[in-house]
């Protein structure tokens, strides 16, 4: 199983940024999918952004595009960032970083087999 350790939570007020870590290891397949989900109180899981490892493309969900980039570290390659930019009030959740084998056909929001604790966002 991958290991995953997200940091970079925090508070911030709406309008404001905050850049989330997720460091990996333990790779048990060649490529995957690399995934954020996130989940409010009362709310379903939402998955907001992902990653192919192979190519590097990346799918967002509509709630965050534009607003958030999801990108592999330059320089370690275990390591990827989300970066939160435009921060609202909705965006207050619980972050989660996935990881899953590449199926075919590119990464969806289904296939996750590994996920870290979470790290926690507020914004207000």
């Known amino acids: 199983h991958v290991q995953l350790v997200e940091s970079g939570g925090g508070s911030v007020e709406p309008g404001g940024s905050l850049k989330l870590s997720c460091a990996a290891r333990?790779?048990?397949?060649?490529?995957?999918?690399m995934g954020w989900f996130r989940q409010a109180p009362g709310r379903e899981r939402e998955g907001i952004a992902t990653?192919?490892?192979?190519?590097?493309?990346?799918?967002y969900a509509t709630s965050v595009s534009g607003r958030f980039t999801f990108s592999q570290d330059n320089t370690t390659n275990s390591l990827y960032h989300l970066q939160m930019n435009s921060l609202k009030p909705d965006d207050t959740a619980m972050y989660y970083c996935?990881?899953?084998?590449?199926?075919?056909?590119?990464?969806?929001?289904?296939?996750?087999?590994?996920w870290g604790q979470g790290t926690q966002v507020t914004v207000s």
């Open positions: 333990g790779y048990t397949y060649d490529t995957y999918c």
């Open positions: 996935a990881a899953g084998p590449d199926r075919g056909g590119g990464c969806t929001w289904s296939g996750y087999n590994d």
């Open positions: 990653l192919f490892t192979d190519d590097g493309i990346t799918r």
